[in-house]
């Protein structure tokens, strides 16, 4: 079992920045490779980013290409999010997942994502 926990979220301005961050207990997250998500209210939950064990692969969704990175320190069993140029549209609450799968391709679906942190909110102020 994987424990997962999220935070850095907060309210912020457009424009800004926020570095979110995954906390893993309970097993090593270099087994995983690992994802981050975002629901907005009345929305399903979309996939975000995610990164294969050992960093050496990352996908995107297109929408935050260019101004989301995801990252990770298995040492410190640590998962990362940078996003920067935050938009009203990023608002969610975004949740990092560890998937039970491959590192290649990753996953860009809900699938082999099998533990979940709580989610941390970020919303965006016009």
């Known amino acids: 079992q994987v424990q997962l926990a999220e935070s850095g979220g907060g309210l912020v301005q457009a424009g800004g920045s926020l570095r979110l961050s995954c906390a893993a207990s309970g097993r090593s997250l270099s087994m995983y490779p690992m994802g981050w998500f975002r629901q907005a209210p009345g929305k399903e939950r979309e996939f975000v980013a995610a990164?294969?064990?050992?960093?050496?692969?990352?996908a995107y969704a297109d929408s935050v290409k260019g101004r989301f990175t995801i990252s990770r320190d298995n040492a410190k069993n640590m998962a990362y999010l940078q996003i920067i140029t935050l938009q009203p549209e990023d608002t969610a609450v975004y949740f990092c997942?560890?998937?039970?799968?491959?590192?290649?391709?990753?996953?860009?679906?809900?699938?082999?994502?099998?533990?979940w942190g709580q989610g941390t909110q970020v919303t965006v102020s016009s």
């Open positions: 990164i294969s064990r050992t960093s050496t692969y990352t």
């Open positions: 997942a560890a998937n039970s799968g491959g590192d290649y391709p990753l996953s860009r679906t809900r699938y082999g994502y099998v533990y």
